[in-house]
C-alpha cells in the first residue's frame, strides 16, 4: 500500500510539471506585451529611455528577459520552497493573498458537496427502486430542469428576489461577513456568516445535486438487474439488506470516481458564483489576477487547483479500491 | 419478412418514440431559424410599404429615398407590413431606458434604451454560431488525436493518453479566462480557445471504441486488400465509431452555450455592440433591483436552449443504446 501511494505521488510530479509548464509557456508566449500594456496603462510610458528603463526593470523584476525555459526553471525553483514570488498588484506575497482566499472557497465548496451527497445519493436510490413512479417522474423532470439551469441565471435570480431591492430582504448583497460582526462572539459570527453563505451555497449545490442524482439513479437502476440482486431477493433477504448492502455498496464504484471529475470544475465554477456575491475567495482572486496579467498569482492559482485535481484523482483512486476490493491497486497504473 | 434497416434509421425510429427528445430536436431548429432569418424578425423596416401608388420592399431592397424614415405606429402614410420586431438590435432610445415589457416594446428595453427583444434575437446567433463551430473545432481534433491513439496503439497511445491525463487535469474554465485576457476577447478567439480546449473528451471515446473496432474482421479485411492507413481509419472504421461521438457533440454544444455566456457574463465573450445573451443578463446586474425582465428574458434564453440540446443528446443517447432498446 505505502509503495503503491509513493509511486503514485511520484507519477504525479511529471503531470504537474507538464501542467505548469504548458501555463507558464502559453502565458509567456502569447500576443500582447502585458510590461508594456501595463506600463503604459499606468502613465509611466514615458517617451524615450525612461519608459524604455522602467520596461526593462519590470521584465527582470519577473523574469521576463529570459527564454521561457529558463523562467520557468527560475519560478519552478522557487515553488519548490513555496515561494510564489509576490502579486504584480499590491506587491504582497502570493502566498500571503492565496492563504487568505483558499480557505473561504474551500469551504464553501466542501459545505455544497456534502449537501449534495446527502440530498443526491438517497434520493436517487428511491428514485430507481420505485422506478415509473409519480415520485420518479416527477422527481427526473425537476432534476433535468435544475441540470439545465446556468449557474450564474440561478444567482442573480436569487440575489434579486432575496437580497433587498423591490422585492424580498432577507438575504445580503454578497461578502462572507458583516462589517459589524466583528466583536460578536463565536457562535453570532457563525450564524452571521452562514446567513451570507445561503444564497452562494444554494447556488453551488443545485447543480451539482441534479447531476448525481441522475448518476446515482442510473447506476443504481444498472446494479438492481443485475442478477446476484435476484439471488439475495430469493435467499429471502428483506428488501432493506438488499437495497442497502448489495445493491448500494455496487453502485458506490462509479460514484467515487465522480469526485475525481467535478474537482478540476470548482475553481471554474467559483469564479463565477464569487463574481455574483462579491466572496474574497480563489474564483475572485483569479479573476483578478487574470484581469490585471498578474503572472505570479496566475501561476500559483493554475498550480495549486492542478495539485488539488491531481490529488483528487489518487484519492479517488484509492477510494476505488475500498469499495470494490476486487481491484488490486497495484495492477492499476 | 421484412427489409433490414439500416443502424440510422433504427436509431432515429427509436429517438421518435421519445416525445421529450423530439420536442428538443423541433425548439433547436427552431432556434436555427431564429438565428437564420433574425434580420427579417427584428427590423426598423417594413416587409412590404405601399405608398404613392408602389410596391416597395424596404428589408428586401435599398431605397435612398426611405433613408432614415420611421415606419413605427403609422408614422408614414400609406400600407405598412412591419416584421414581429420592429426594431434592430443597436437602435437606441435614450427617451425610453430601462422600460418594463409594454406594447411598444414586448421585452421591455435595456440601459440605453434597446429593445430587448430585438437583442435576443440577434443574440441567437452567437450561441448557435459559437456552439457549433467550437464543437466541431474540438470533435474535428479529438475525432483525429483519438483515432490514431486507438489505431496505432503502442507507444503512440501512450504518448497521447499521457498528454490527454495532463490536459485533464486543466482547470478548463480557468485556462479559457486566461487566454481570452491575453488574446483578446472576440468572436473568433472565443470559438478558437472553446475549440482547442474541449477535445480530450471526444479523444478518449473514439479512442476506446478503435480499441475495440480494431481487432474486427472487416478492419482486417480492408487491410488485407490494401487499404492505406488513412482510409481504413476514416472510412471503415470511423463511421462505426461515430454514434458515440455524436452524443458527446449534442452535449458538447449545450455547455458550450453555457461556456460562452459564461464568459460574456464575466465581459470576457463576445464584445459589445454585438449582442450576446450572457452578456445582456450581465449588463442587467447594474439594474437588478427592479429591472427584472432584464435578467429574466436572456437567462431562460440560455436555460431553454441549453434544456434543447440535453434533450436532444438524451434522446439521442438512448436511441443509440442498445440496452435500452424498449419493447
Given at each position: 500500500m505505502i509503495k503503491y501511494l509513493v509511486k503514485r505521488l511520484l507519477l504525479l510530479l511529471p503531470t504537474f510539471i507538464g501542467i505548469s509548464l504548458i501555463t507558464y509557456a502559453m502565458i509567456r508566449l502569447a500576443p500582447g506585451d502585458y510590461t508594456t500594456l501595463r506600463a503604459g496603462l499606468q502613465g509611466e510610458?514615458?517617451?524615450?529611455a525612461i519608459g524604455t528603463e522602467i520596461i526593462e526593470q519590470e521584465k527582470k523584476l519577473y523574469g521576463l528577459d529570459k527564454p521561457v525555459i529558463v523562467g520557468y526553471w527560475d519560478w519552478f525553483k522557487r515553488l519548490v520552497v513555496?515561494?510564489?514570488?509576490?502579486?504584480?498588484?499590491?506587491?504582497?506575497?502570493v502566498a500571503e493573498r492565496i492563504a487568505e482566499a483558499l480557505p473561504i472557497t474551500l469551504s464553501l465548496n466542501i459545505i455544497s458537496m456534502i449537501i449534495v451527497y446527502i440530498i443526491s445519493i438517497p434520493g436517487g436510490i428511491v428514485s430507481a427502486l420505485k422506478k415509473d413512479s409519480l415520485y420518479d417522474r416527477v422527481s427526473s423532470l425537476v432534476l433535468f430542469i435544475l441540470y439545465s439551469l446556468p449557474s450564474f441565471w440561478v444567482g442573480l435570480l436569487l440575489l434579486m428576489v432575496?437580497?433587498?431591492?423591490?422585492?424580498?430582504?432577507?438575504?445580503?448583497?454578497?461578502?462572507?461577513?458583516?462589517?459589524?460582526?466583528?466583536?460578536?462572539s463565536f457562535f453570532d459570527r457563525m450564524v452571521n456568516i452562514a446567513w451570507h453563505l445561503a444564497l452562494p451555497v444554494i447556488t453551488l449545490t443545485y447543480g451539482g445535486f441534479a447531476f448525481l442524482s441522475r448518476y446515482t439513479r442510473a447506476t443504481m437502476l444498472d446494479v438492481i438487474n443485475q442478477q446476484y440482486i435476484m439471488t439475495a431477493r430469493a435467499k429471502g433477504l428483506s428488501e432493506k439488506r438488499v437495497v442497502l448492502v448489495h445493491a448500494f455498496r455496487n453502485s458506490l464504484v462509479p460514484l467515487v470516481t465522480l469526485m475525481a471529475t467535478i474537482l478540476p470544475g470548482l475553481l471554474g465554477g467559483s469564479v463565477i458564483v464569487e463574481s455574483i456575491f462579491s466572496i474574497p475567495g480563489m474564483g475572485m482572486l483569479a479573476f483578478e489576477a487574470i484581469l490585471a496579467r498578474d503572472i505570479p498569482v496566475i501561476m500559483a492559482i493554475a498550480s495549486i487547483s492542478a495539485v488539488l485535481t491531481l490529488l483528487g484523482i489518487l484519492i479517488a483512486d484509492i477510494l476505488y479500491g475500498v469499495v470494490?476490493?476486487?481491484?488490486r491497486l497495484e495492477a492499476r497504473q | 419478412m421484412t427489409a433490414a434497416r439500416g443502424y440510422w434509421r433504427t436509431a432515429w425510429r427509436e429517438f421518435r418514440r421519445n416525445r421529450l427528445a423530439l420536442a428538443g430536436l423541433v425548439l433547436v431548429l427552431a432556434l436555427f431559424a431564429v438565428a437564420l432569418f433574425a434580420p427579417f424578425i427584428a427590423s426598423d423596416k417594413p416587409y412590404i410599404y405601399a405608398a404613392d401608388g408602389r410596391l416597395r420592399f424596404p428589408i428586401l431592397f435599398d431605397y435612398p429615398e426611405l433613408e432614415g424614415m420611421n415606419f413605427r405606429?403609422?408614422?408614414?402614410?400609406g400600407f405598412v407590413l412591419m416584421p414581429p420586431?420592429?426594431?434592430?438590435?443597436s437602435e437606441y432610445d435614450l427617451d425610453a431606458i430601462v422600460m418594463p415589457p409594454s406594447a411598444r416594446h414586448v421585452l421591455g428595453t435595456d440601459e440605453q434604451g434597446r429593445d430587448l427583444a430585438a437583442r435576443m434575437i440577434h443574440g441567437t446567433r452567437v450561441s448557435i454560431l459559437i456552439g457549433f463551430i467550437a464543437v466541431f473545432i474540438y470533435v474535428t481534433m479529438g475525432v483525429i488525436i483519438g483515432a490514431l491513439a486507438g489505431y496505432y496503439g503502442g507507444v503512440v497511445d501512450m504518448v497521447i493518453s499521457r498528454f490527454i491525463e495532463v490536459i485533464i487535469c486543466f482547470p478548463t474554465f480557468f485556462l479559457i479566462l486566461t487566454i481570452l485576457a491575453l488574446v483578446g476577447p472576440s468572436l473568433v478567439n472565443v470559438m478558437l480557445v472553446i475549440g482547442v480546449t474541449g477535445w480530450t473528451g471526444i479523444a478518449r471515446i473514439v479512442r476506446g471504441e478503435f480499441l475495440k473496432i480494431r481487432e474486427m474482421e472487416f478492419v482486417q479485411a480492408s487491410r488485407a486488400l490494401g487499404a492505406r492507413d488513412r482510409a481504413v481509419i476514416f472510412r471503415h472504421m470511423l463511421p462505426n465509431a461515430l454514434a458515440p461521438v455524436l452524443v458527446s457533440a449534442t452535449f458538447g454544444i449545450a455547455s458550450t452555450i453555457l461556456i460562452e455566456s459564461s464568459l460574456s457574463f464575466l465581459g470576457f465573450g463576445v464584445q459589445p455592440p454585438t449582442p450576446s445573451w450572457g452578456d445582456i443578463l450581465s449588463q442587467s446586474r447594474d439594474f437588478m433591483d427592479f429591472a427584472w425582465w432584464l435578467t429574466l428574458v436572456p437567462g431562460f434564453a440560455i436555460f431553454i436552449t441549453i434544456t434543447a440540446y440535453n434533450l436532444v443528446g438524451e434522446g439521442f443517447q438512448d436511441a443509440i443504446d442498445p440496452r435500452s432498446v424498449r419493447k
Open positions: 510610458l514615458k517617451a524615450g513555496l515561494d510564489f514570488g509576490v502579486s504584480r498588484k499590491d506587491g504582497r506575497p432575496f437580497s433587498g431591492g423591490d422585492y424580498l430582504n432577507l438575504f445580503p448583497l454578497g461578502g462572507i461577513i458583516s462589517d459589524w460582526a466583528e466583536d460578536f470494490d476490493p476486487r481491484i | 405606429e403609422g408614422a408614414v402614410k420586431v420592429p426594431y434592430t438590435s
